[in-house]
T-cell receptor, first 113, second 115 residues
Framework: AQSVTQLDSHVSVSEGTPVLLRCNYS??????LFWYVQHPNKGLQLLLK??????LVKGINGFEAEFKKSETSFHLTKPSAHMSDAAEYFC???????????FGAGTRLAVHP | ETGVTQSPTHLIKTRGQQVTLRCSSQ?????VSWYQQALGQGPQFIFQ???????GRGNFPPRFSGLQFPNYSSELNVNALELDDSALYLC??????????????FGPGTRLTVL
């Protein structure tokens, strides 16, 4: 069975400080992993994806994530938070070749001045 | 912004009614999926359509049904609405073959409220 656990429901940081959003996954098959962001009253925007190439994946807006198979983790990081980063972030897994995306419960990121 | 569009943006229905939500895929995408996102939760997979046929379904009852048209646009129909059907409904499109088949591109969603 496949599942995703986002370890923090809420994360609060100050502008200019690093961001870490944690995600652990469970998959019986070689997975593809994604991070999506959802701003208020908006749809989901793809931040980055891992599909078995380099384990360190760079995405949009300065975000990156590292795939660690031994730890079954795919944590999202950014060196310096901006106010515009405040949003809901979803870690997503899909076993390669399957139809559906399996979402975590989400992490709400708040960025304070 | 992706090229996926959805209509309407918002909808209010009463319990027992039926609703149809519409989605237009991103250009070149032949596969459409629908997701339900209840308040405060992550999206849940409803079903996927490819070549006008359903080819994957999540844990949703048969009163959730869909269609895909030759131009790859899609509809989600929900019959006998229940209060718990209140949610944001998201449509996502992708290509079925070739590179990047795992990546789904989402529309802005339709907010359904059932009273």
């Amino acid at each position: 069975a496949q599942s995703v656990t986002q370890l923090d429901s809420h994360v609060s940081v100050s502008e200019g400080t690093p961001v870490l959003l944690r995600c652990n996954y469970s998959s019986s098959y070689s997975p593809s992993l994604f991070w999506y962001v959802q701003h208020p009253n908006k749809g989901l925007q793809l931040l980055l994806k891992y599909t078995s190439a380099a384990t360190l994946v760079k995405g949009i807006n300065g975000f990156e994530a590292e795939f660690k198979k031994s730890e079954t983790s795919f944590h999202l990081t950014k060196p310096s938070a901006h106010m515009s980063d405040a949003a809901e972030y979803f870690c997503v897994v899909t076993p390669r070749g399957y139809n559906k995306l399996i979402f975590g419960a989400g992490t709400r990121l708040a960025v304070h001045p | 912004e992706t090229g996926v569009t959805q209509s309407p943006t918002h909808l209010i229905k009463t319990r027992g009614q039926q609703v149809t939500l519409r989605c237009s895929s991103q250009s070149g995408h032949n596969t459409v999926s629908w997701y339900q996102q209840a308040l405060g939760q992550g999206p849940q997979f409803i079903f996927q359509y490819y070549r006008e046929e359903e080819n994957g379904r999540g844990n949703f009852p048969p009163r959730f049904s869909g269609l895909q048209f030759p131009n790859y646009s899609s509809e989600l129909n929900v019959n006998a609405l229940e209060l718990d059907d209140s949610a944001l409904y998201l449509c996502a499109s992708r290509i079925q073959t070739g590179e990047d088949t795992d990546t789904q591109y989402f529309g802005p969603g339709t907010r359904l409220t059932v009273l």
